[in-house]
């Protein structure tokens, strides 16, 4: 599960672009520090095994900072839901839905979502193992076509590092970082419902160090096939990569096809903010998650996600450049790891508190 | 389901009758009472004898003609009675008859009972029952015989390479086709009568040691709860103990071969055999168990493997085809590679109809034509046969009414229908096929993969008897994988049982 | 709630028939699988456009319908811009047209002349339109009239020419397809020059745009003639024969093309080619930047009209001298206009990127004057079923 929120939104828009040929050394850095950031996660785990984020915040922090800082982050994971949503309409609507209606789009993933939160978290993880064979299946197969297509030109890739490592330190932070592997900050609500407790952290682990491997050889077959101005004016690189596959004038036009698997990651990943946002709700307010709470917060996703941007341009603009420092720094980083501290301190100080 | 509501009425008034009332003493009115109750029917035979030297010692031996097994009537309850009646010449009470009849009647089984509701259910189900005179205890001598077809091929599941006995309508057989296969004394064999009006037998088979306790348990409390009257076929009950009532997809398999039977009481299910059907309810079952035939093991296992995989396969062809084919001819038009866009366009500009309302009558036709194949009298069946294919296939193209791709189209997916085993599970597909095509003209590939994520949330949140229904797939569980897409040698898969 | 659950159902479903939906049946759309850009007089709509349109009833082996006319139709409208010309397109074709299968652009000498940089723009950025399709010029003509030859074997004029030109590629090599994605590449970098293939018609007549063409014996047909050499989008020059040739030597873009050389006084040897590897190398020297070429050759012997011994291994030098000699006219055509069709530059940036920095801008200039050093390398694998010639007496 959490592979597939990985590769989530970045395998589609391609962070690090701007760092030119050299955008796919960005991938490769931002996974050692996603371990780091996901160790402060389990840390945090190990402490409260059994309860959300939302629970030991206002354990450690106590009632109403505690519950305040709660409340925010629940208005974050609805939020963020809604901004990938839009992506994925946005994505369908650009490239070949071009006369349907973004509410139609919307509507449909929406009912899917709906239905998948309420069969619970545990249908929904084994459809997401599934998910997971078929997209590492398809994204295999993709490679191989372009091998196999010769569409591959490695001195795309040269000359490595002329632009320096600035370039690379600024796409690496903020957005490297907090775009997959930040987001993990959702997985400290899921953990709590594991059944093997006790392999939270090496599965986690594991999953993240694929997922940037992953990540990574994408990106430099990505710039191999498209070079990297190319890369640079796309809005979907992988799209664009997908229609120069046309090998012996029959396995071609793949693009619509990738597309409509690329959903399945938009879905995995806005299950997963959406659950959050209704465990989170649960715990806050004391509620079992009943079936009005899911249409709820379902239809108010569906309608942020049409109103947080007026257009794709403004929609990206925001992503870029206010979201991450305002947004997904604290929520990411910084809370959890003053949360770290003050639960360390708080240990310190009363050993039997906790 | 009409028959429960016409019913009801009358169970009432049954209830306050049938009770633990006593038997008469006197013969004569006990058959008086049996047929009244009985509405006079006239299958129930007696016969009254007597002893010559005294008067008061009468017997009278009752059963159902048909029921019962005439031959054991008249070697081993008749000829003794009249033998010992004509012999004893001294004057006995009955006290002493009823001490001596055991011996007397040479029947294998006989039961000694006192009251009514035993009296007339023994009479129902095929036994004899010998009343005597002054006494008002009955003997049961167990004489059942159903006409009953003989063991023959099965009808809907045929292998190549196997077994070629299937199960019949009735329980004792069945149970003693699963006996002879299984010769080990853990083979239990549970029984109850369910159905209020038919009494049907029901038997549940497990081995003991291999199947999950509580899953028998389970299946027994449930089985207890089924409240109706009649239980006419395996169905009923299933319908009644799964898990998920309002799912499209089986949550048990059913099977008419013992070898197939057989080999899941040995990896610890639990068979459920009624009486009356030769469809055999094994439970729990999960998922890729309904794409697997016995016949995999019967033969090597690289064919095997690959016969699995074509099988999974044609479940996805059967539900997709069509809608995948009508995505990409109204919204995606894009996909289709250049040359077959060509050709597709030209077959397409002579038709007046959709492509939808192509498609859906198409699909529509099929099943007709499917069902009407299964009710056809043998003898117009070439007949129809051809006039299906000539008119479907050809002539509609011809006729420009609909486009031969689509004929194809909806060919592929009707054939591929037909290689999975089990009929329930290509239910599910036909059902979903529909849906499919429905959504796909609406929003093309999109809608058909949101419906596959619903499709796939649904099989996944099922449970069978507490098993996840998607179990060796997801959770994923990489020793079970060698026998579900492919086979692995059967060394290497039947090794653990071994070593029990 | 299933109340209020089905009535958004409802909701949703009717949003989808309404016709906000995506839904076209095969027979209401109209696929374009050629275009056509042409220069025209009139200014304020300086551009003509052809749309070459498949027509499915003369396709259609359907036998009781009957197909009629021909399998395609073309149309032509002037706009401002190409998008413009694609909506207005609708103004005579009687579907709603859709670009997805567009598999060729043809481009007009004229047009080419003038400026054909950014013309590709509403191609990368439209969404059903994919940009690897390869480019042509139309040479000494239109591309309307080019779009309207009907031959035998392909069943339309796109197709033709995509074929006869693959073919070519394949047994002659004197163009290489190139791909509207690599020409957009090529035109956004300071490095290479882009070179197009010409198409022209081989045996102009009245009846090359009618069915009376498939009638003939010798029909006019598409005929792939010439590369032609853009300096910074524009055309300025056709390159033929062998000095096209060169050019795909150097790229290392053909495989299989027949070399003759002269031998004696009036004989010929021909080698074909069966493997071509060729290696670009800008070396700076003393702040002065040298071209290099390493061509590896492996070929055989395919036809002789000289009486030579063949097993002289002599015969390979003289064949070398002449690949070289070639080549180097080639660079000299390509230096004189000042356009680097090779990629040459773009070599420079991969190996010496600073300097690359510096000088970028300065580039043709300094092609037009860099020193050009070669090294040929020819191996002659066998000569076919036979060694020496027949004699004749």
Known sequence: MMFIFILGSTLLLDIGKAARQDAWIVPLLATFFGCVLYLVYISLYKRYPNMPLTGYLIKIWGKYVGGAISFCYIIYFVYIASRVLRDFEELLISSSYYVTSIITLGICMTFVLIYSIHLGIEAFARVTCLCFVIILLTLFILNVLY??????????????????????????????ITVPFGELITFTMILPYLNKKSQAATMGLSAIIIGGMVLTINSIILLCVLGPETVLRSSFPALTAVSYINIASFIQRLDTFILILMVILGFVKITIYFFCAVIGAADLFRMKPSVTNIYLIGGVIFFSSLMIAPSYQAHINEGLKIVPYLLHLPFHIAIPILLLITAYIKQKIKPTLL | MRQRYLLKSSNKEKTTDCSAAPLYNDVNKNIERLLNELGNSSDVSFRMVESPYQKTLKAAVIHLDGLADENIINENIMTPLIQWLKESNQVVTVKEIEEQI????????????????????????????????????????????????????????????????????????????IRARIQDSNLRLDSMKIGSVTQTDIGIMYIQGNADERIVEEIKERLKEIKVDGVLESNYIEEFIRDDRTTIFPLLLNTERPDAVVGN????????????TPFVLIAPAIFSQFFQSPEDYYQNYYIASFLRILRFGSFFLSMYASAIYLALITHHQGLIPNTLMVSLMAQRERVPFPAIVEMVVMELAFEMLREAGIRMPRAIGPAVSIVGALILGQAAVEAGFVSAAVVIIVAISAISNFTLPSTSIVNAARGFRFILILISAFIGLYGILLMTLCIWLHISSLRSFGIPYFSPFAPFDFKEQKDTLVRFSLPSLLKKHQNK | MKTYLSLLWIAAICLCVSGCSNYRELNQIGVIIGLGIDENENLEQPYKVTYQIIN??????????????????????????????????????????????????????KLARNDLSL???????????????????ARDGTAEKLLGVIEPFEVTPVKSILSTSQNNQKMYGIVSNVQAYEVISMLLSEGKDLSLPGISINKPSQKAEEAGNLENTSPSAMQVKGLAMFRKGKLVRWLDGDEARSVQLVTSKVKSTPLVFPCGINGNITVTTTGIKSQIKTPIRNGQPFIHTDLNVVGEITETSCQKDLNNPKVLKELEKEVQKEITKTIRIAQKEKADIFGFGDSLSRTNPSYWRQHEQNWENLFSSAKVSMNVNVSIVNTGMRTNPYEVN
């Open chain 3, 56 to 109: 499915p009833s003369g396709l259609s082996q359907g036998s009781s319908s009957g197909g009629q006319g021909l399998p395609v139709i073309n149309y032509t409208v002037t706009a401002k811009t190409l998008v413009e010309a694609l909506k207005k397109a609708s103004i005579v074709i009687p579907r709603e047209h859709i670009t997805s299968h567009l598999s060729l652009i043809i481009i007009g000498e």
């Open chain 3, 119 to 137: 013309l590709f723009d509403a191609l990368d950025r439209g969404k059903q339109a994919r940009t690897s399709i390869p480019v042509f010029i």
């Open chain 2, 265 to 276: 009481l040995l990896e610890g299910r639990i068979a459920i055999i009624v009486q009356g």
């Open chain 2, 102 to 177: 055991p011996q007397i009647l040479t029947v294998s089984q006989l039961t000694i009972k006192k009251n009514w509701h035993e009296f007339m259910s023994a009479v129902l189900t095929g036994d004899t029952v010998i009343l005597l005179n002054g006494s008002s205890k009955i003997f049961i001598g167990n004489t059942k015989k159903l006409q009953s077809r003989a063991v023959t091929e099965p009808t809907s599941q045929t292998v190549v390479r196997g077994p070629k006995d299937s199960f019949t309508e009735n329980l004792r057989t069945n149970t003693s086709l």
């Open chain 1, 147 to 176: 091998v196999v297509g010769g569409y591959i030109k490695v001195e795309n890739l040269q000359p490595v590092l002329a632009n320096g490592w600035g370039n690379i330190g600024k796409e690496l932070v903020p957005l490297g």
